[in-house]
């Protein structure tokens, strides 16, 4: 074996080493510095003591929130927050957004292929709103959310019924795929929850 070829070896040794830890090392770096700042929120000498007390006291709100004693002191609060433009910008702001990924009326279920050009050039996103009414939309426009790749972000468009198209996909793989710039394996396609019956019918392939 040439030298050469001893290096070529190296070199794909390495990088398949590299595929194999760097994976687990940034994931594990991730969840340790997460788990130090959670934990040092609440001073201890014990680890673990600070993400304990915030998972009890968070749950805790969750229960008091739920309960009708407590819904006078909640609909005083919001209307507290209602008085004061900035802080009801961004209290509503992230609630809205927590509500869409883990409230009762989740909004990215709806994976859809969006038209972006005459060309036919399509993009991935998630149908968001089907009602624009109040905004003074047409009703046969909807609000479609379309996430970047390779970041966690996205832009908001408003398009007409006949430029998307339903995808009978698993959404939470439509999102892991848009992310990841689509070089992320999806698992099998599975029928979605969503009634497409005022929209058209999925384009033959």
Known sequence: MTWKQVMRAGV????????YTAP??????ILFELFTFLDGLVPS????????????????MGILGSSFLLRPINRYFRSLVDRIPLVKTIFYAIRDVLSAFV???KRFTKPVLVQVNAAGMEKLGFIT??????????EHKI?????????????LFIVTNEM??????????????????GVMEVEPKIPTEWNASTQKEPRDQ
């Open 12 to 19: 794909r040794f390495f990088l398949s080493g590299l595929l």
């Open 24 to 29: 687990v090392v940034v994931t594990a770096y």
């Open 45 to 60: 000498k014990y680890p673990g003591i600070g993400i304990l007390f915030i998972v009890l006291f968070i749950t805790l």
């Open 103 to 105: 409230g009762e009326k």
């Open 129 to 138: 709103s089907e009602d624009l009414s109040r905004l003074g939309i047409p």
């Open 143 to 155: 609000a479609v959310y379309l996430p970047h790749s390779i970041n966690f972000s996205g832009n």
């Open 164 to 181: 998307v198209t339903p995808l009978e996909a698993n959404s939470s793989e439509v999102m892991k795929f848009i992310v990841s710039g």
